[in-house]
């Protein structure tokens, strides 16, 4: 119920098109966000999911995520509060209505990191973002990216393998993604990243510029 109800906010809301990103953890789509939101920080605006999982190092609750316990989030969801929510390795993820509505009210591009889950889930909306797929050149470069984070247990790390492996499939699916990027060498992927969002760009560039 909530879904179709949520399809009829997004449908009557103004502003630019959202953006959705996803691909396996390791691809490299935090490293990509980062640097696109540092050169266009005028142009998108980051949706800051939630999840109950706890920070790892560095991390700060806001701005990485919304840090919230599996009580809150299970209300939240039950509530409405979410587009899509989804659960990986013991811990619930998701999107709120309201963080992606702050960013388009700011006529920012919204960006979405999602998993396939909710991929599938905005899909039933109106939101009609763009969806653009990051994948590691190879599962073997991707073992290796996870393995060097340290920040996983062997246990969890073969989940996120297998997570994967079937996301890996999924994203080459026809008619799923708009874009897919093969993130081997930074800087070539963030080209691919930067022409594929050109035109977006440009439009909130000119709409901010005049008003």
């Keep these: 119920m909530y879904m179709r109800s949520f399809a009829r906010l997004f449908s009557a809301m103004a502003g630019p098109r959202p953006v959705v990103f996803s691909g396996p953890s390791g691809a490299g ?46 209300a939240a969801i039950e509530r409405g509060d979410f587009i899509e929510s989804a659960e990986f390795s013991g811990n619930i993820y998701g999107t709120s209505k309201a963080a992606v509505q702050d960013v388009r009210d700011k006529n920012l591009i919204c960006i979405l990191d ?6 599938k889930n905005i899909k039933r909306t109106d939101l009609h973002p ?10 073997a470069v991707l073992e290796k990216r996870l393995r060097d984070r340290k ?12 997570a994967a492996q079937v996301e ?14 093969i ?19 440009n439009k909130v560039k000119k709409v901010n510029v005049s008003s």
């Design 29 to 74: 789509k935090s490293t990509l966000l980062k640097k696109l939101m540092k050169e266009y920080d005028s142009v998108f605006g980051f949706s800051v999911s939630h999840t109950t999982r706890k920070p790892r190092p560095g991390e700060e609750n806001g701005k990485d995520y919304h840090y919230v316990t599996r009580e809150a989030m299970q």
């Design 183 to 201: 993130n081997e060498n930074l800087e070539d992927a963030y080209g691919q990243l930067k022409e594929a969002l050109l035109g977006e760009i």
């Design 130 to 139: 763009f969806y653009i797929f990051i994948q590691p050149p190879s599962m």
């Design 168 to 181: 890996m499939e999924l994203g080459k699916e026809p008619g799923v993604f708009d874009v897919l990027i």
């Design 151 to 162: 920040t996983e247990s062997e246990e969890s790390l073969q989940k996120r393998l297998k």
């Design 114 to 119: 999602i998993d396939i889950q909710g991929v």
